[in-house]
């Protein structure tokens, strides 16, 4: 058992909300952190939502998400790179101090052709993110997303990345939805561990079966992912930020989002 000092809910995961709403009903059940869907700012100034969750006495952990780097066309390419820069300037105003990049995939191009494109990619928008003192943090996305979502499927390739640019402002996010399964994940954990390079822990679970790829994830403790022996690994690695509850479900979605909201501290407190 431990307190709420360091969760954190991504606002995707309470979806049917509204931010507006999402700040208070997290604040008011003891949530300290927040992580943004650029989504949730539609429509929004980034400026004044910062100063609602700040003066609610909440942080700003992160905004989610830029990337997306890879297209057929030199024209989206670019499209891409103005919508990263785009994202860095929101995450200026609204007070996030990290990006989560999503590398992106198109399906039929080569692996190794986006994988340049996402290097590509990073290389023009880290300069402005070091002047407006925002990390950009990839997170590697399990396979099963390689075709459409990420080239970059395990630690191993972010790490690598990350190592190309050796840049204080570029790092990983640790995602155990993605890399549980990852067959030295430990040793890659602290290898970015000992470079300073995890910028975040995102936490879920692998429900068996899955019944949707990408909106079934399972509440801690609903699945097969040892989440306190990987919390463990970040924090031996000298990880001491927030523990980023992201939870995309059709399921919970459809639920009464203060009963979800409950179930979702519960089961943080019991398995994390
Ligand atoms: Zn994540």
């Given at each position: 058992?431990?307190?709420?000092?360091?969760?954190?809910?991504?606002?995707?995961?309470?979806?049917?909300?509204?931010?507006?709403?999402?700040?208070?009903?997290?604040?008011?059940?003891?949530?300290?952190?927040?992580?943004?869907?650029?989504?949730?700012?539609?429509?929004?100034?980034?400026?004044?939502?910062?100063?609602?969750?700040?003066?609610?006495?909440?942080?700003?952990?992160?905004?989610?998400?830029?990337?997306?780097?890879?297209?057929?066309?030199?024209?989206?390419?670019?499209?891409?790179?103005?919508?990263?820069?785009?994202?860095?300037?929101?995450?200026?105003?609204?007070?996030?101090?990290?990006?989560?990049?999503?590398?992106?995939?198109?399906?039929?191009?080569?692996?190794?052709?986006?994988?340049?494109?996402?290097?590509?990619?990073?290389?023009?928008?880290?300069?402005?993110?070091?002047?407006?003192?925002?990390?950009?943090?990839?997170?590697?996305?399990?396979?099963?997303?390689?075709?459409?979502?990420?080239?970059?499927?395990?630690?191993?390739?972010?790490?690598?990345?990350?190592?190309?640019?050796?840049?204080?402002?570029?790092?990983?996010i640790v995602d155990v939805y993605h890399l549980w399964w990852e067959r030295n994940?430990?040793?890659?954990?602290?290898?970015?561990?000992?470079?300073?390079?995890?910028?975040?822990?995102?936490?879920?679970?692998?429900?068996?079966?899955?019944?949707?790829?990408?909106?079934?994830?399972?509440?801690?403790?609903?699945?097969?992912?040892?989440?306190?022996?990987?919390?463990?690994?970040?924090?031996?690695?000298?990880?001491?930020?927030?523990?980023?509850?992201?939870?995309?479900?059709?399921?919970?979605?459809?639920?009464?989002?203060?009963?979800?909201?409950?179930?979702?501290?519960?089961?943080?407190?019991?398995?994390?």
């Amino acid at each position: 058992m431990e307190d709420l000092a360091q969760l954190c809910i991504h606002t995707i995961t309470t979806k049917p909300w509204p931010i507006e709403i999402a700040i208070e009903k997290y604040h008011a059940q003891g949530v300290r952190g927040i992580s943004v869907w650029r989504q949730a700012l539609d429509g929004r100034d980034p400026f004044e939502i910062g100063k609602r969750i700040r003066s609610a006495n909440m942080n700003v952990v992160s905004l989610c998400r830029g990337g997306f780097f890879p297209d057929p066309d030199p024209a989206g390419q670019q499209k891409a790179i103005d919508d990263n820069l785009r994202a860095i300037d929101q995450a200026a105003e609204l007070g996030a101090p990290l990006i989560v990049l999503v590398p992106g995939a198109i399906p039929g191009q080569s692996l190794s052709k986006s994988c340049t494109q996402i290097q590509k990619g990073i290389e023009a928008i880290l300069p402005r993110a070091i002047e407006l003192d925002i990390k950009l943090g990839i997170e590697a996305l399990h396979p099963m997303y390689a075709d459409s979502r990420s080239t970059i499927n395990s630690l191993s390739h972010a790490n690598d990345v990350c190592e190309i640019f050796n840049s204080p402002n570029l790092g990983v996010i640790v995602d155990v939805y993605h890399l549980w399964w990852e067959r030295n994940l430990k040793a890659e954990i602290n290898r970015c561990g000992q470079a300073g390079r995890i910028f975040a822990f995102h936490i879920c679970d692998w429900k068996t079966p899955t019944i949707d790829m990408l909106n079934d994830r399972g509440l801690m403790g609903e699945g097969c992912i040892d989440i306190a022996k990987i919390r463990k690994w970040v924090n031996d690695a000298g990880f001491n930020g927030y523990h980023e509850v992201e939870i995309f479900s059709d399921i919970y979605w459809q639920m009464d989002q203060i009963e979800f909201l409950k179930k979702i501290i519960e089961a943080y407190l019991f398995h994390c």
